[in-house]
DNA sequence: TAATAATATGATATTATTATAACATGATTA
DNA sequence: TAATCATGTTATAATAATATCATATTATTA
């Protein structure tokens, strides 16, 4: 179920958008205490949020700048009717959408499911072959095992599996890998490469990692 | 660059729209006579569509629908204020997103870029007699068969591919595969060729590279 | 139809590319 | 301070793509 967070302060405005957004099967979050809105959403982690852009002590715009700093959530403006420069500045600031109060019940929730569609696809897979990919916690793991990997083997299985199925060349993983820094032996690649295999096939992942000679490597 | 297609009546809201999106480094393509509509979207070959939902002849959902039927290029609904209830309708019958009038300009451009983004990400398949040319993974597949090509026998076949049906020359060949190399066999491309068609007959497809003695070779 | 040029193909050789193991270094931690 | 670990480097081995060669098969033209 996708989680959505409210930050709007008329308490009439933020119940009935509670209800509506319930009743169409979304769980939601809402804020109540804005002196310290940011961090409340941010650590909320819902999948879309709708911001008022008039919130007391920090206002949307300011927020949806902050909370672009950390994260890509969708958001979704919320301004009135009369401030319609708002809309240009919010949307180049990085909201996804805005609606317009008074809203449309039908709308909102339309544009709502637009977005998390969208954002669902591009969200990234984290799982393989059962194993779940825990980049916080550096492992990669499911039920009994837990294979934990280094930073760079992190970084090429996360390239790796976010095209997976897709050749990735030696020169993406050569700049996911080592980018600004100077010259960097290329057999170093080649030699992580080998030991996140190694670690793969210690835990029973055999063969997942192919090579496409002049080509790359590719996640089967 | 990306080529998208209008479909507004209105001719100065039109010339508008295509200014906007040509100084935004769009190709443009007008549709003026809407008693053919459908017809001049599908033959326009672009990469995204702005479908007014009210157009004479055949209204916009209608012509979405067709569209639809025949292609799965991105369409973004142009709807006014007052007709909002379109909106859901235009949704639901598969446009990818829907903005209205009178719009502004930013979030134009923004929703087409993000729109943009998504498509030419899914878009890397060229196919040929069901199989299906996926160079991000490197071969070419139906739903049984998976043909793995190296990067010579890829270079080959995308370029008979991009010219399905004409003649490519050998010339034209060694210049995609070897082109600022020094001297190389003549024969190598032959060989190459051969290998190909190797692997093409080992998967059913027999005959699809045709020589043609003193001119080329042609992809049937 | 014979002669010639162009292309095919199988076998072999070559080379670039990648793999692996062993070592070196520096950072982190106990 | 010792021990452990990540990770880059070096040296050497394995591998696969692919160019070349020799020979066979076609097509073109005389």
Same mark, same amino acid.
């Given at each position: 179920?996708?989680?959505?967070?409210? $930050?709007?302060?008329?308490?009439?405005?933020? %119940?009935?958008?509670?209800?509506?957004?319930?009743?169409?099967?979304?769980?939601?979050?809402? @804020?109540?205490?804005?002196?310290?809105?940011?961090?409340? @959403?941010? !650590? $909320?982690?819902?999948?879309?949020?709708? *911001?008022?852009?008039?919130?007391?002590?920090? %206002?949307?715009?300011?927020?949806?700048?902050? @909370?672009?700093?950390?994260?890509?959530?969708?958001?979704?403006? +919320?301004? !009135?009717?009369?401030?319609?420069?708002?809309?240009?500045?919010?949307? !180049?600031?990085?909201?996804?959408?805005?609606?317009?109060?008074?809203?449309?019940?039908? @709308?909102?929730?339309?544009?709502?499911? $637009?977005?998390?569609?969208?954002?669902?696809?591009?969200? +990234?897979?984290?799982? #393989?072959?059962?194993?779940?990919?825990?980049?916080?916690?550096?492992?990669?793991?499911?039920?009994?095992?837990?294979?934990?990997?280094?930073?760079?083997?992190?970084?090429?299985?996360?390239?790796? *599996?976010?095209?997976?199925?897709?050749? +990735?060349?030696?020169?993406?993983?050569?700049?996911?890998?080592?980018?600004?820094?100077? #010259?960097?032996?290329?057999? $170093?690649?080649?030699?992580?490469?080998?030991?996140?295999?190694?670690?793969?096939?210690?835990?029973?992942?055999?063969?997942?990692?192919?090579?496409?000679?002049?080509?790359?490597?590719? *996640?089967?």
């Amino acid at each position: 179920m996708h989680r959505i967070t409210i $930050a709007e302060d008329d308490k009439a405005i933020r %119940n009935e958008l509670s209800e509506l957004l319930k009743n169409a099967g979304y769980d939601t979050f809402c @804020i109540t205490d804005f002196s310290d809105s940011l961090n409340q @959403i941010l !650590s $909320a982690d819902s999948d879309l949020i709708l *911001l008022d852009i008039n919130l007391p002590h920090m %206002n949307g715009e300011q927020l949806l700048m902050e @909370i672009r700093r950390k994260s890509d959530i969708p958001v979704i403006m +919320v301004t !009135s009717r009369t401030t319609e420069i708002d809309e240009v500045m919010s949307m !180049s600031y990085g909201a996804d959408d805005y609606i317009t109060k008074p809203y449309n019940p039908t @709308i909102l929730l339309l544009r709502i499911s $637009a977005i998390l569609k969208r954002s669902s696809k591009e969200k +990234v897979c984290t799982s #393989y072959h059962g194993f779940k990919l825990n980049s916080a916690k550096g492992c990669l793991s499911d039920d009994k095992t837990e294979i934990t990997l280094t930073k760079n083997e992190l970084i090429i299985f996360q390239q790796l *599996l976010d095209k997976q199925g897709e050749i +990735v060349t030696r020169d993406e993983l050569m700049t996911a890998l080592w980018d600004n820094e100077e #010259y960097i032996n290329d057999n $170093a690649l080649t030699v992580n490469i080998s030991r996140l295999r190694g670690k793969l096939a210690d835990s029973g992942i055999e063969d997942a990692i192919e090579t496409r000679k002049k080509q790359g490597y590719i *996640l089967k």
